[in-house]
């Protein structure tokens, strides 16, 4: 069974920085590009990032590029964002999806609440 | 790709037909649009990608249709548990991939 638990979202000041965790299973993990989508409060979804097989091609949203970065473990089948200088706008949920089109397969996500 | 779907809200009742639209800023590469539904507390489940493939285990009542810019995802008869919030994605381009605003089936 295909699972992925997300981690490591906190309550954070603006200013801030938080490293997410994806810890993923049932599947040959280092055979897909993994992907970070988020969820604000009672809105709508937004593909934040997303990172290739080997880790050798990332891509990001415009409104989080230069402040956060993905990565991959595949040794420990984990992907990861770490997210600097968090804005109250990175308020959301933040799930992991396999793939790069369309995702069958989600996590429930983490919260991260940037607040004062 | 920013992607407009509309109506915001549609309120219906049971055994209606919802139609729900999605249109693109650009034109969709190789009709790569998507199709989820998401209920509280849940994550989103796939039901159309490809604009009109249904994905596996999902009724027949769910349809999806179009090309280009303007893409329908058609519910032919509204079940109880089909009233949800439903949101289209599209993946034809480079990243960064896009999804719409969201449609909410609420029950009339």
């Known amino acids: 069974e295909v699972q992925l638990v997300e981690s490591g979202g906190y309550l954070v000041q603006p200013g801030g920085s938080l490293r997410l965790s994806c810890a993923a299973s049932?599947?040959?993990?280092?055979?897909?590009?993994m992907t970070w989508v988020r969820q604000a409060p009672g809105k709508g979804l937004e593909w934040v990032a997303n990172?290739?097989?080997?880790?050798?091609?990332?891509y990001y949203v415009d409104s989080v590029r230069g402040r956060f970065s993905i990565s991959r473990d595949n040794a420990k089948n984990s992907v990861y964002l770490q997210m600097n200088s968090l804005g109250v706008e990175d308020t959301a949920v933040y799930s992991c999806?396999?793939?790069?089109?369309?995702?069958?397969?989600w996590g429930l996500g983490t919260l991260v609440t940037v607040s004062s | 790709i920013v992607l407009t779907q509309s109506p915001g809200t549609l309120s219906l009742s049971p055994g209606e037909r919802a139609t729900l639209s999605c249109r693109a800023s650009q034109s969709v590469s190789r009709n790569y649009l998507a199709w989820y539904q998401q209920k509280p507390g849940q994550t989103p489940k796939i039901l159309i990608y490809g604009a009109s493939i249904r994905a596996t285990g999902i009724p027949d009542r769910f349809s999806g249709s179009g090309s280009g810019t303007d893409f329908t995802l058609t519910i032919s008869r509204l079940e109880p548990e089909d009233f949800a919030v439903y949101y289209c994605?599209?993946?034809?381009?480079?990243?960064?991939?896009?999804f719409g605003g969201g449609t909410k089936v609420e029950i009339k």
């Open positions: 990172i290739n097989e080997d880790g050798s091609e990332k």
């Open positions: 999806a396999i793939g790069s089109g369309w995702y069958e397969h």
């Open positions: 994605q599209q993946y034809g381009s480079s990243p960064p991939l896009s």
């Open positions: 049932g599947f040959t993990f280092s055979k897909f590009w």
